[in-house]
C-alpha cells in the first residue's frame, strides 16, 4: 500500500539549516511527483515546492532562495533542505504524493525554530 | 502569483444543512482546482479534483463547480463528521492554497 513518511529533526535553531527526508512506499518517485507542504500552529497550508517524477524540481517563489529539493530513487526517498530558519518556520511539514490531486499524505513531521 | 480567496473564514450550521463554501482565484485558473478537508490533529484528505472530479472514497454529498476565477464546494447534507477546515488549491500557474473555511456545527 502506499505509504509516506517523513523525518528529520523536531528543534532547529534560527539560522541553521532544516533537513527533512520523505521516505516512500508503495509506488516509484519516477512514476509520480512528491510536493512538500508546511503548516505552522493553528494556521492554514503553505505549498513549498514539488519533485516532479522526471526529477525536474519547481519551488514556491516566496522560498525559492533558502530551498532545494532532491531525492534518491533507489532508496525511494525525498529530500528537503531549507537554510536560513526562522521562528516563522516552525510548522508541521507534510510530504503528500500527487495523482490528480495530493492524493496520500504523511502523517507530518513538527519543526520548531527555536534557540 | 495567484491568489486564492476563501469565504466565509468561518461557517455555523446544523447537521443536514447544504452548505456552501466559496473559493475565488485572482486570475483565471480554468478547472485547476482541487479541494481538501483537514480535521484536526490530521494530514489532509483529497475530496475534489479538477473542480469537480469526486477523489476515490468520498461520500457523494460532497460536490464541486465552477470554472476560471469562481468555485464552489457543496456538501448537500451536512454529517457530523464534515466538521473540518477546508482548502481550496489552483494548480494552473504555480501552486497556492486558499486560507481555507473552518466548519462547525451549529
Known amino acids: 500500500q502506499v505509504q509516506l513518511k517523513e523525518s528529520g529533526p523536531g528543534l532547529v535553531q534560527p539560522s541553521q539549516t532544516l533537513s527533512l527526508t520523505c521516505t516512500v512506499s508503495?509506488?516509484?518517485?519516477?512514476?509520480?511527483?512528491v510536493h512538500w507542504v508546511r503548516q505552522p500552529p493553528g494556521k492554514g497550508l503553505e505549498w513549498m515546492g514539488r519533485?516532479?517524477?522526471?526529477?525536474?524540481?519547481y519551488y514556491n517563489s516566496a522560498l525559492k532562495s533558502r530551498l532545494s529539493i532532491s531525492r534518491d530513487t533507489s532508496k525511494s526517498q525525498v529530500f528537503l533542505k531549507m537554510n536560513s530558519l526562522q521562528t516563522e518556520d516552525t510548522a508541521i511539514y507534510y510530504c503528500?504524493?500527487?495523482?490528480?490531486?495530493?492524493?496520500?499524505w504523511g502523517q507530518g513531521v513538527m519543526v520548531t525554530v527555536s534557540s | 502569483d495567484i491568489q486564492m480567496t476563501q469565504s466565509p473564514s468561518l461557517l455555523s450550521a446544523s447537521v443536514g444543512d447544504r452548505v456552501t463554501l466559496s473559493c475565488k482565484a485572482s486570475?483565471?485558473?480554468?478547472?485547476?482546482l482541487n479541494w481538501y478537508q483537514q480535521k484536526l490533529g490530521e494530514a489532509p484528505k483529497l475530496l475534489i479534483y479538477?473542480?469537480?472530479s469526486l477523489q476515490t472514497g468520498i461520500p457523494s454529498r460532497f460536490s464541486g463547480s465552477g470554472s476560471g476565477t469562481d468555485f464552489t464546494l457543496t456538501i448537500s447534507s451536512l454529517q457530523p463528521e464534515d466538521v473540518a477546515t477546508y482548502y481550496c488549491?489552483?494548480?494552473?500557474?504555480?501552486?497556492?492554497f486558499g486560507a481555507g473555511t473552518k466548519l462547525e456545527l451549529k
Open positions: 486570475q483565471n485558473i480554468y478547472k485547476y
Open positions: 488549491y489552483q494548480y494552473n500557474s504555480g501552486n497556492t
Open positions: 508503495g509506488f516509484s518517485l519516477m512514476d509520480y511527483s
Open positions: 519533485m516532479k517524477y522526471d526529477g525536474d524540481t
Open positions: 503528500t504524493r500527487e495523482y490528480w490531486g495530493f492524493d496520500y
Open positions: 479538477y473542480t469537480n
